[in-house]
């Protein structure tokens, strides 16, 4: 039986293949044409590496696993590292870079109106990046759950706007968003 030991983690990962990568035995810069690179002690120089959340809601920075292409064109996994917290500043800087490429969503601070017409509706946002429009099917597929209160919303082309918590929304913005989005 595993104990709740520090390698308890590590004898839980190696049981299903996953490597751990740590900060003792991993090295994460840039390198040439400004790509992520990746050295694993014993190993080998990982080159245009790229990072991906295994669980993007409830973990952002925790489990985030690595990955490159090799010379086959298959992608590979390098392996996982549990928590970006306890690696420099620079590397954790780089594979949130990395991780920005691949995770493009707008968060939601603001909603100033929401109307259908057609079966879509219309949205007038205020995101981290300014106030936008956009559209997207009313359905239920369209609006999923985001943690515990939140909202992740598929415009027509797929784009994801998130509200963390609907319920940290101002009143009036609350009653415009629900009025639409009740489930």
């Not at 064109?73 to 500043?89: H, M």
Request: overall charge negative; charged content about 25%.
């Amino acid at each position: 039986m595993v104990t709740d030991t520090a390698a308890a983690p590590a004898t839980r990962l190696a049981k299903t293949g996953v490597r751990r990568l740590t900060p003792e035995i991993t090295t994460v810069f840039e390198g040439t044409f400004s790509l992520l690179h990746v050295g694993v002690k014993g190993d080998t120089l990982y080159r245009g590496a790229f990072a991906a959340r295994m669980f993007p809601v409830r973990h952002p920075d925790r489990f985030i696993s690595l990955h490159y292409t090799d010379a086959a064109d298959k992608e590979q996994e390098i392996g996982l590292i549990e928590d970006l917290a306890a690696f420099p500043e620079e590397q954790q800087a780089l594979v949130r870079q990395s991780l920005g490429r691949n995770y493009h969503e707008k968060v939601i601070q603001r909603v100033y109106s929401v109307r259908c017409d057609f079966g879509l509706l219309f949205f007038d946002v205020e995101t981290q990046f300014g106030r936008e429009d956009f559209v997207m099917p009313w359905r239920y597929d369209r609006a999923e759950e985001y943690g515990e209160k939140g909202k992740v919303l598929l415009d027509s082309f797929d784009n994801r706007f998130v509200i963390p918590n609907v319920e940290a929304l101002p009143g009036p913005d609350q009653q415009r968003f629900t009025g639409f989005i009740y489930w």
